[in-house]
Structure formats: C-alpha cells, structure tokens
C-alpha cells in the first residue's frame, strides 16, 4: 500500500540504540581497565561489523518468526537448531533473574534503606512478574516504554561521560590513562571480562527483521549498521570514561558501579541528581527485557511448533497471537533463582548479580556461535533465494567476516568460563560459572533429545494410524 508508513534511517538508528544499548553493563566492562578502550574499538571493527553485515543479509533473507533458530535449522537441521533456541531462550530468564537483584541494591543506593534478606526478594519477584506481565502484550503496546528507555539510556551515558571529563581537566581522575595502560595486558583477569563488550553489541538482528518495513534496506541497513554502531561505542565509551574518572579499577564493582561513579564525581552536593539517575536507571532495566521479550518469545515458540523444544514453549494467546508459553517459563526460570540468592549467598557467592549475569552472557554468546557458520552454509545451499540486502564479497572476504568474529566468541567464552591460571581467587570466581554452563549444556542437550524424539513417536503414532485406516 503506497501509503503505508515506512521506517527511516533515523528510525533504525533510534530502533538499533535503543535494543542494543544496556546500561548495566558498563560497569562489568570497565572492570577490563583502561585496556577497554583499546578492546572496544578492535571488537567494534573485528566483531560488530561482520556480525551485523551478516544478521543484516539473514534477517531480510529469511524473515520468519524463528529468527536464529531458522537460520541455523535450515543450514544444519533442527537439532542444532534445537540448541540455539535452548541457549538463546534460557539466557533471557538468567538475565532478568541478574537484573531483578540488582533492583533491590538499586533502591537502596539512591534511598540509603537497606532491605532485608526477605523484603529483597520480594522486590526482585516483583520487578521479574511484571516483566512477566507485559511481555504478554503485544511490542507496539510498550512503544512508549522503549522510546522513554531509550532517552534515558543517552542522558545517563553521556551525563556520566560530560561529569568525567569535566572532573578529568578539574581535579584529575581515579585511574591513568596512557598509551601503556590503554593497551591490552592481556592478563586472565581482564580478558575474561571481553565477553561483557561483545554481549554490549548484540542485538542489531532485531533491526534487520524490519527490512520489509523500510524505504530502502539495501541502503539504509548498512548506514543504520554504521551510525548506529559509532553511536552505541561512542555512549558506552563515554560513560566507561566517566566511571573510570571516579573509581579505581580495581575497586570496581560489576553490580553497582555506575552510581556509585555518579555519586563520587559529584559529592554530596547533588543527591538529587543521582536519584533521578538511578530512577532511570531501574526503568532501563525493565526496557532492556521487554525490547527483548519478543525476539526471544518468538523464536522459542517457533522452535516449539518444529518440536525442538518442548510444548509448553509453543502455548499462545487465541486473542492476541502473542506468546504465552515462553514468557511464563521466563517467569517461572528467574523465581527459581531469585529465591536462590539466599543459598548462594549462604555458600560465600556474594557478587548474585555478576554469577546470573555472566551465565546469561556465556549462553547467549553460544546461540551466535552457530549463526556464522550458518550464513555461509546458506549462501552455499540456498544460492538462488531473494536478499533484500546481500554481503558483498565471495570467497576469502565471506570466509573472513565469518571466522574472525566466530573466533573472537568462542575464545571470549573460554576465558569467561574456564579458570586457566589455576589461582584460588581465578577458581572461586569461576567455576560457579563452569559447573553453571555445564549444566545448562546438558539440560539443553537432555530437552531437545526429548523434543525431537518426542516428535518422532508422534510421527510413527500418526503413520501407524494412517496404515491401520487404510487397511
């Protein structure tokens, strides 16, 4: 229809910070040290540009409901597939469960009420449900909740920066930014937190599955990739910038560094400032799920119906055609490990929110694992299929922006997950994680082994069945 409203440049753009910007994230990434800065603009040309060239071409080309678990089912069948949608899906309920702590911790550092044990979990279910809630509602519905989350995002990134940099040429800053320190130590330590900067970029599919709805997609995804990209390093830049003028890096908390670097850049002089920061702050959290809720949704229910997941995921609304299924176990995932916390905390893990997060960020960064692979095995068997935007390039350059950014996840993963230098303080930090990502493998394996074989019974039931009514 000729007047039907297209999306602009500027609306992918807007559309590309807003899902992929994630403020609670910065202050896991400045734990890097100044070395960041140095990780941020290799993985930004290394990483994010191939990865989002090739979700640009697989989300125009293949624009289902299924999302990565189509592209992967279709270049290698629906096991792998199955396993995508496992690692893809259960990272959403690890990631609400680090959020929904790190909700009660919030409220008090901007109202200096400490919660009990009890009255924290009551709040972190509480933000978890009505995530919950609305993520049974239609994306359109919460429009106004990802335009305002998105302002939000910006003033809070570029404040922290401006106040750093104004600290920075007033009063000098925590740490030393040189050449020599801005340049990889690579020691374990600050290479297990690379996987922080690579999660910060994930998310741009989401973009490219409104191709149909833009002007000019061969055009304006690659600007939208671009700008957008520039853009999202440019604010986290900023604000890794301004936590790292006010607090020491190795005094750096994953949890709650980013106010407590507003409030020691400006004193006790702007409490109200910080306040209205960290009310932002917590309605970002809740943004940053529900941005995501529908993807996510989506391609376990899709996954659901081609039985690589079991049924419960496939459940939706008869009046609004909207999941049901996979939002629920979202809900019911994340009350599991909200009620953990005392257990956990009982047993010496303090850091809950770092424990939830980095196990989100392991399974999520292993769904993508498989996309790769997958975009070049697509070109391989599917030659002739229509792509609205195309990857220029053949032979070494497709094979380049394929291997290096797989590369770069995969060893991320590794040094997110395994204590290689064997020390007391390297194994306590990470072998929750491990044993964590290992049972989240063998789960995954266990449900999509059942899923499949259940639709094979299914299926000899129904020909079984169909040879008895012809005889």
Known sequence: MEGKKKLRL?????????????????????????SQFFWWLLLLICFFLPYGLISAEL????????????????????????????????????????????????????????????????????????????????????????????????????????????????????????????????????????SVIIFNFLGFEVVTSMAGEMDNPQKDIPKALIIGGILIAVFYLLAAFGVGAAIPFDQLTTDSGLLDSFSILLGGDATWFVTIIGLMFLFTLAANLISWAYGINYVAMYAS???????????????????????????????????????????????????????????LLASYIFMFPAFLKLRKIDPDRERPYKV???????????????????????????PLNLSEEEIMFKLPLLIGTIISVIAGELIVNHSLKQKHREKEIGDHAHIAKQS
């Open 305 to 363: 119906e081609n039985s690589s997941l079991p049924k419960v995921f496939k459940w939706k609304s008869e009046k609004t055609d909207m999941p049901v299924g996979a939002p629920l176990m979202n809900g019911i995932v994340s009350t599991v490990l909200v009620l953990s916390v005392p257990i956990m905390t009982h047993y010496g893990l303090e850091d809950i929110f770092w424990s939830f997060f980095a196990l989100n960020l392991v399974t």
């Open 59 to 194: 989300g125009t080309a293949y624009n289902d409901e299924g999302g990565i678990y189509d592209y992967v089912k279709r270049a290698f069948g629906p096991r792998n597939g199955g396993r995508v949608a496992w690692y893809y899906w259960i990272n959403y309920p690890l990631w609400m469960g680090s959020l929904a702590v790190l909700v009660p911790m919030t409220i008090t550092q901007i109202s200096g009420h400490e919660f009990g044990s009890a009255s924290s979990i009551i709040i972190s279910l509480a933000f978890v449900w009505l995530v919950t809630v609305i993520s049974f509602f239609k994306i359109s519905d919460s429009k106004w909740i990802l335009n305002l989350a998105a302002v939000f995002k910006v003033f809070i990134m570029v404040s922290l920066g401006v106040i750093g940099i104004y600290i920075a040429f007033t009063q000098g800053v925590a740490n030393t930014f040189t050449t020599k320190t801005m340049l990889p130590s690579l020691d374990i330590t600050s290479l297990s937190f690379i």
């Open 10 to 34: 500027f609306d992918s753009v807007l559309l590309s910070v807003t899902v992929v910007l994630v403020s609670e994230s910065v202050a896991p990434a400045a734990a890097v040290g100044p």
């Open 392 to 418: 220029k390039g053949t032979g070494f350059k497709l094979k380049l922006i394929t291997y290096v950014p797989l590369t770069l996840l995969v060893v991320s993963v590794v040094f997110t997950v395994v």
